[in-house]
């Protein structure tokens, strides 16, 4: 059971890091905040991402070219141009490196080159030492809690990709699967009814239809548990949301 508790923890905490600051913040700039609160979240980001950190300026820059070519041979992962999850997966573990590796000067010029960035964060999470320790962090703390080893061999490998899982579910089944709300020209959909399990993330065709909207959730039955926490975060004066997406 502990080790179901902790893999609903870490679940919610990448992914809220993923949602809010990766996607909403680097890729959209729907709002802003302090560089004392950017360098808390991104801070956040890299411990609840651990072993898989996603570099916030590779990923601003794989998203904004999924929403410039979503679903045509030019997004660099859509569903349409993979057999499986598990291809469109290694294409953009591929892609996602291959920008990691090129200068802003060598990449479209149609794409917007301002993001976060911290330096040691970025260097030392590309290391050998960041891929490894977190996992042996895991396994520590699991065989601490006596939990059964075949739970151990299942839950180690989810912490340590967790980042990516999420990331490839979202793109995977926000573009295969469910409702439409507006015909748009690719094949985003809304996946669930009320997107809790990928707090808003599978909005997809709501997303789309108006990116820098934030708020996800665009029916009276829709919940977008994102935008919620986004609110409070304004409320208490941390973030500011920008009136224009609202
Ligand atoms: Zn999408
Ligand atoms: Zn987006």
Known sequence: MVALYLLILHWFSSLFCQSFFLHRYCAHKMFTMSKFWERFFYLLTFICQGS?????????ILHQKHHAHSDTPKDPHSPDNHKNIMDMMIHTYKY?????NTEDEKIDKTIEHHYPSWKSIDDFSRTNLNVFVWPIAFLILYIYLEVHPLIILFAVPIHSVMGPIQGAIVNWFGHNLGRRNYDLGDNSRNTLIWDIPLMGELYQNNHHYSCQKINFAH????????FFLIRLLDYFKIIKIKRSCL
């Open 219 to 226: 029916k009276w039955y829709e919940f977008d548990p994102t």
């Open 96 to 100: 996602y490196h291959e920008i990691l």
């Open 52 to 60: 898989s950190f996603l570099n916030p300026r590779s990923y601003s």
